[in-house]
């Protein structure tokens, strides 16, 4: 079960020392930056953090030895044990095995009283590694209730390889792999239910949020990093490259993607009713997904936005927002029900 703690307010969490550093080579405007400084400040806690990452974007454009090492707390190495922190990288689909092995080496050295102090284990993905390549063993740590924190980062594709369709991708967005044109218009597939996968293989806790939210943002990671089961927190991440929009709309966009029912917020504890924002359809619904269609090239096929600012569904392509609107409504359901669930 997740222990329960008060919640830091934002503004305190953005004084704390983020173990994400300057010197990054991510894409200006990618989300991941903005989720890892938050999450590098909620792990300034007083417990020793050790972060495991797998292959992504996030891991070649911010982990590439000598070049490039845009993580560590502070300019010197910390005093104090209990501030220090330590990143290790492993292949596309390992980032969560990884962790399992360092808790469980942890805990062993913490029984033997070699280890004086706890520590905690975070293992960083992005959706492909996590979802795609990697589900089975993300899936089976979190069946063995392996005590570490999750991070998925989602971006809808593979970014770091040429943008190539992922298993998260928005139906009928297009990608490398899935382009749009007389024939084909797009991603014909459905999302995969990943907070489902997450909730039903046994994690004590699984959350969707963004930085674009920051309360719930915080209380999600605070909560996940006091879970004594695995936690899980997927962020939807927009990626400026892959979903071109102009830059300056990274939260704009993130916030759209909740409300408009294609990320929706959802927060839960294993054993407690968990909650879904928004929780049910509505006509603000509707006008967010067009907004969040229009203001991304991935999505010209369908929706565009005029100079004006007024959003012109494209000739011929009605069914297809038809269907992407159909789905968010039944996503918004599942999540909902997902939620009240009692287990
Ligand atoms: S390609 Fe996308 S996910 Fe990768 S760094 Fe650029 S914006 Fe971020």
Known sequence: MTKTRPVIPYKELAKKQSCFRPGSTLCVGCMESIAFQDIGRATDNGVKTIYSMGTFCGEVSTLFWPHVIAW????????????????????????????????????????????????????????????????????????????ITIVVLINEFFANTGFQYAVTATPHSETSTTPAGDWIHGNSAEPINHIGLALMAGAGFVAQVSPAFPKDFTEACEKALACSETAVLFIPSPCIAGWKFEEGRTIELAKLAAESGIFPLFIKEKGKEGRVRPASSNPQNRTALLRFLAAQQRFNHLVREEKEGSLVILPGREQEVREIENWTDRNIKSLSRLAEWNF
Request: no cysteine; hydrophobic share 40%.
């Open 72 to 147: 560590g707390r502070g300019d010197q190495e910390p005093e104090r044990f209990e501030d220090s922190f330590s990143i290790i990288h492993n292949v596309f689909e390992s980032a969560p095995t990884v962790a399992e092995g360092i808790r469980d080496t942890a805990d062993l050295l913490f029984d033997l009283g070699a280890l004086k102090k706890p520590i905690q284990v975070i293992a960083n993905s992005g959706d492909g590694g996590a979802l795609v390549i990697g589900l089975r063993s993300l899936l089976h740590t979190i069946a063995r209730r392996t005590r």
